[in-house]
């Protein structure tokens, strides 16, 4: 046994454990099991380290601090401008190389998070808001009623464009895009409470005042019907200029409605928000070919909710609440 890749793992324990204790290499080799020379070979081996092979680096650890400067300064360029710019400053290495290395440094190429902008006047709403409802329980949430309009483009592939960025840079400020938007799509109205989903409303014009209160009018209160029958519930809805006019406050007195206070810009808050994310990553295969089409997969998609889903995405509020606390009022990941 003169080679050491002969060794097993025992024996190279058992030699790793008495050389520490000063035992001499004879000794070592006869409580091994093994020869003087493989002995030998093992303890040189681990105090000089193996030698490394392979080509010779092109970069030095100088351009290396350069290229992750150049990505960190702009993380949205692709790799033909970052290598474009990374050359322009002396560098010899090609595209691939340029790639690969950002690999190592752990940039990965992803889509974007899309948050809303806070100024602190709002931050400090959101946390006053978080603050106030961070003791309410399962059964309190299961009373509101949650709504939102959302946007559906018929094409699906176009995300936008990707950034370089590491682990647990999600949300830096820095590493998001702002929201764009892609027509021809279709406007939806949809609510939702921990028993399930409402009817969906398409809106064919630009919501007003006049118009909202048509939605809550036909879709509104027959989704109450369905979800809470005579049972009491709270209405939850964002701070639209069509949702905080007076004549829709006014509509809400009439029809003996409370509505949630609710925090400016804070989509994060609003669990339906995830529920359009459920239905649009189920329809991201899905290619139809006009606004009609794109309305009827939109309603099957939307009829495959469960109520467990719904119930599991209520339940989530306390904890966007006491995400939204942490955070001091900042954007958080929901």
Known sequence: MGKTS???AVQKTIIDTLHKEGKTQKVIAKEAGCSQSSVSKHINRQVKGRKKCGRKKCTSSRDNRTLQRIVTTNPFKNVGEIHKEWTAAGVSASRTTTRRLMKDMGFRCRIPCVKPLLNMKLRKKRLAWAKDKKDWTDAEWSKVMFSDESKFCISF???GPRVWRKSGEAQNPRCMRSSVKFPPSVMVWGAMSSAGVGPLCFLRSRVNAAVYQEVLEHFMLPAADQLYGDADFTFQQDLAPA???????TWFK?????VLDWPANSPDLNPIENLWGIVKRRMQYARPNNAEELKTTIRATWALITPEQCHRLIESMPRRITAVIEAKGAPTKY
């Open 6 to 8: 002969d060794l097993t």
């Open 157 to 159: 592939g176009n995300q």
């Open 243 to 249: 949702h905080s006019a007076k004549t829709t406050s």
């Open 254 to 258: 009439d029809h003996g409605i409370p």
